[in-house]
């Protein structure tokens, strides 16, 4: 049914006030014919994933005198902006299901990423380098430990955030909040940017003054939450090749105060890590592009993105393979952050293990925030140092981090000079290797 017969059935549905719905729907947020219209245009967005909403939690067997179409604009209203009083019998099966309490009929599991969008709720990350409070702005403080237990559809709401309880400068808003036109906002006070995507630069944690590749630079997020970690001292060499994408990440890192950054529009596989340019890199971030498939926003506008198929996903591994490979190559490096909005292990456990297993005994995996609930997936010693982030586990998108390290390995030589720090020692063995790498090309053995 058009979207106007579907106005015209919510409208029949507000009129009738028919039984445990009438304390919902009947309310002032409804004065007007445009404002319901409205809703409902912002609903039918949501449309595939209400309607799994609505089968799994059986809300039309429970109340058997709804319309679907008032059923679907109720359920959005709902679960976006709290409950308003009232909801019968089924308001219990709607909370449990927001909390992701399983049994109801159906798969919750097949739409739960997409319908996380309706009650996941809005992280801001503070930009420290121009302010450090939004205390004062007309927001109310409500305090840092247990959100998972705070966050639940309308228990924060209004003016009120929450501190991320692991992450630093990270605000937790409720679900509805727009900051969008809010002056600190377009000031570049705020970044408006999901928990898990603030975890690679915050587990890279370069040091002010540091050389940092930005590997797969746009849209910028991650560039400027490595900026604020540098305190702008030092260098970031980012790297994209849309140039479209890296001119909006110009205006966003201008915006936010960014003046560490060089921005390339060039291939990152495409640079020599033996550039003179580069040779103090020791920090690098590689978020290759990737199915996307833990981006509840993708798959609402791409169906069966959540999926991708076996051939996609052998191309993707295959670039992001060469790239993991070629990060490793920088002669100077220490650290390494390799993450994507991922829920593949092709793209995920396995390429990390296929990275390691090519250069054995020169890197291993550094354990990473071990507070973080959700680790990675058990498919060789020591994945559980990687993390994953889900909308059910850590209130975010679905995301993958894994922190790699360079293992100094020092010579007997440089181990016979260790009582004379005064002098100092040759580079280890390990780090020559890592040259001649780097000049070839290639890992060892050579990538596929």
Known sequence: MGLYAAVA??????????????GLVYSSNFQNVKQLYALVCETQRYSAVLDAVIASAGLLRAEKKLRPHLAKVLVYELLGKGFRGGGGQWKALLVGLAQGSSGWAGEVGNFAPAYSLLILPRFVRVNTLKTCSVYKQGFSYQGREMMNEWFFPGTLKGKHFLLDPLMPELLVFPTQTDLREHPLYRAGHLILQDRASCLPAMLLDPPPGSHVIDACAAPGNKTSHLAALLKNQGKIFAFDLDAKRLASMATLLARAG?????????DFLA????????????YVLLDPSCSGSGMPSRQLEEPGAGTPSPARLHALAGFQQRALCHALTFPSLQRLVYSMCSL??????DMVRDALQQNPGAF??????????HRGLSTFPGAEHCLRASPKTTLSGGFFVAVIEWVEVPSSASQAKASAPERT?????????RQQRAAAGACTPPCT
């Open 271 to 282: 640079v020599s890590p033996l550039d003179p340019r580069y040779r103090e890199v020791h």
């Open 258 to 266: 960014v003046s560490c950054c060089e921005l390339a529009e060039e």
């Open 9 to 22: 059935g919510v409208l029949a549905g507000v009129e009738s006030r028919q039984g445990s719905i009438k």
């Open 344 to 349: 593949c292990q092709e793209e995920n456990e």
């Open 364 to 373: 291993r995996l550094a354990p990473a925030l071990p507070a973080w609930p």
């Open 425 to 433: 020692p040759s580079p280890a063995p390990k780090r020559k290797k």
